[in-house]
């Protein structure tokens, strides 16, 4: 099967309902889209006619961190029997998703990513001893009494090592882009903006450095990079003089934030611009493209990445997530003030500082013992198996205390015994951009266990009913997949067994939805026809 190769244009970010359509339709055999051993070249196992590879390593034996690529022995694996995918830790879609459901509304399907529904939430993976990844492979049978050739979910973890409890990280250079148009008049816009870098002002250190930009029809600098040190009170009244007013230029800010950034760039420093935004651009340059092209020198020499933190709740979400991309950084969602306070106290003062740069992933199934495999989500963050090892192809950026989980829905063969797929994170150093990567696998073993039972693992459940959730609402259906009011019941379950106050929202998401639909489907199912789902 030809692999098709998704790269994350703004066209896609754009494309609404067709991402639905894409979800059924792309990478597939015929129209069924799952891949399976069917369609490959007849030749010994695992091997097919243009042989692309993974890294073999010994079956539960991790690769070494510092190990490269090159110095590894390869598996020939079909490549029909690979996924390949850059990391996300972005979990926008999910906030905005909650936002709208507040306002009474549905979130529309265009916006709904189901990496980021699943990312929003802790998994409780090991973490490694130093700053690369662990990699965990489990799963569970989704439907009752499944057995050999049923279908299970396949999850793959991966985990960065936390910021260090004395707090040691590299000073931070961030140059904050303040969007002050006319739409960020609303509650929960710019107010809560200004909130949030009050807060963060009390949170930085006196060695960190801060610039503030605003822009609406035009930008302006309002304070040029400063140590923080005796100027809190600086940055504190400049934030409190931002007021909305006029047009939104997304161009004249991020490129003025850019400018800022380069001038006030300190070596050794993690540099970072920070967007906030209703990213709802009607004046300047409109195209994500058009715009990062003229940073892009920038980005490249000097090593500075995009935050991008989207409030309202009218929110330009493909805009923001198509620039954060190509600025090598990640997105978020605000929505109030508890949000704000997450983002800003919680995570940005300790994730300032990156584990590691263009971050991909590679997932290769074992056709001898899997029939037919689908990545939930990720449409636009798919990479050409080929690129795996292409270090010039962008990737993900992934800082302390990350996870990224990425689930499959995985069909097994009648009989199927033993090892069922290698999971492999490659990513390059921040500092010296060396390449290293480590590896994980799964036997049919570990993934045997019904996911519902009493004894199932509880996070692994989470993530299941999130990825269902987000399925459902931009119109897909997995296999096996609950209706919204049994996905109601089981999150209001998993609220109380783990205590975990995020697991409760997610219930509340859940049940908001099925009200506003009145959905009272059943579940879902797979088709008979081999092939991706892609």
Not at 306 to 318: E, H, I, N
Request: charged residues 30%; proline residues 4%; hydrophobic residues 35%.
């Amino acid at each position: 099967m030809e692999n098709r190769t998704y790269r994350r244009t703004l066209g896609v970010a754009l494309a609404g309902g067709m991402l639905g359509v894409a979800l059924l339709t792309g990478c597939g055999a015929g129209e069924s889209g799952y891949n399976s051993s069917e369609k490959r070249a007849d030749g010994p196992q695992g091997t097919s006619g243009g042989g692309q590879v993974v890294p073999a390593p010994a079956p539960g034996v991790e690769d070494d961190a510092s190990q490269k690529a090159e110095d590894r022995p390869e598996k020939p694996v079909a490549p029909d029997y690979l996924s390949t995918f850059a990391l996300d830790v972005d979990t926008a879609s999910y906030g905005y998703a909650r936002r709208k459901l507040d306002d009474g509304e549905l979130p529309g399907a265009q916006t709904v990513r189901p990496e980021e529904f699943v990312n929003s939430f802790r998994q409780g993976y090991r973490r490694p001893a130093g700053n690369g990844f662990s990699v965990t492979v489990d799963g569970a049978r989704t439907g009752e009494g499944s057995g050999a050739g049923g279908w299970s979910l396949v999850r793959v973890g991966l985990a960065t090592r936390v910021a260090d409890e004395d707090g040691e990280r590299p000073p931070a250079a961030l140059t904050f882009v303040v969007d002050i148009s006319g739409s960020m008049a609303g509650t929960g816009r710019l107010d809560l903006v200004k909130k949030s870098l009050s807060i963060l002002t009390d949170e930085l250190r006196d060695d960190d450095s801060v610039s503030l930009v605003t822009f609406s029809d035009k930008a302006k600098t309002l304070v040029p990079m400063t140590r923080l040190r005796d100027h809190r009170g600086k940055i504190r009244d400049a934030v409190d003089s931002m007021e909305p007013t006029d047009s939104t230029n997304v161009e004249a800010g991020v490129r003025r934030g850019y400018e800022e950034a380069v001038a006030g760039h300190r070596a050794g420093a993690s540099n970072r611009v920070v967007l906030l935004s209703d990213a709802l651009a009607n004046t300047g340059e409109t195209d994500a493209d058009a715009i990062l092209e003229r940073i892009d020198d920038a980005r490249r020499e000097y090593g500075i990445t995009l935050f991008g933190v989207g409030v309202g709740s009218d929110y330009g979400d493909a805009l923001m997530e198509r620039l954060t991309d190509r600025g090598d950084g990640h997105t978020t969602y605000i929505g109030d003030e508890t949000q704000a306070r997450k983002v800003f106290v919680d995570q940005l003062p300790a994730h300032i500082e990156l584990r590691a740069r263009d971050a991909k992933a590679q997932v290769a199934f074992d056709p001898k013992n899997v029939k037919q495999f689908k990545l939930i989500g990720y449409e636009n963050r798919k990479v050409a198996d080929d690129d795996f090892r292409n270090d010039s192809v962008d990737g993900g950026e992934v800082g302390p205390g990350h996870t990224v989980t990425a689930l499959y829905a995985v069909r097994l063969r009648d009989g199927a015994a033993g090892h069922v797929a290698t999971a492999t994170v490659r990513w390059l150093d921040p500092k010296t951009r060396a390449p290293h990567e480590r590896s994980g696998t799964v036997e049919t073993g570990a993934i045997d266990g019904s996911l519902w039972g009493d004894d199932g693992n509880k996070r692994l459940q989470v993530a299941a009913v999130a990825a269902y959730f987000a399925e459902d609402l931009r119109g897909g259906a997995l296999p096996d997949q609950p209706g919204l009011g049994e996905l109601s019941t089981r999150a209001e379950a998993l609220a109380a067994g783990t205590e975990d106050s995020s697991v409760r929202k997610l219930a509340t998401a859940i049940a908001q939805a099925d009200r506003l639909r009145g959905d009272d489907r059943g579940p879902g199912g797979g088709g008979e026809q081999e092939g991706e789902m892609g």
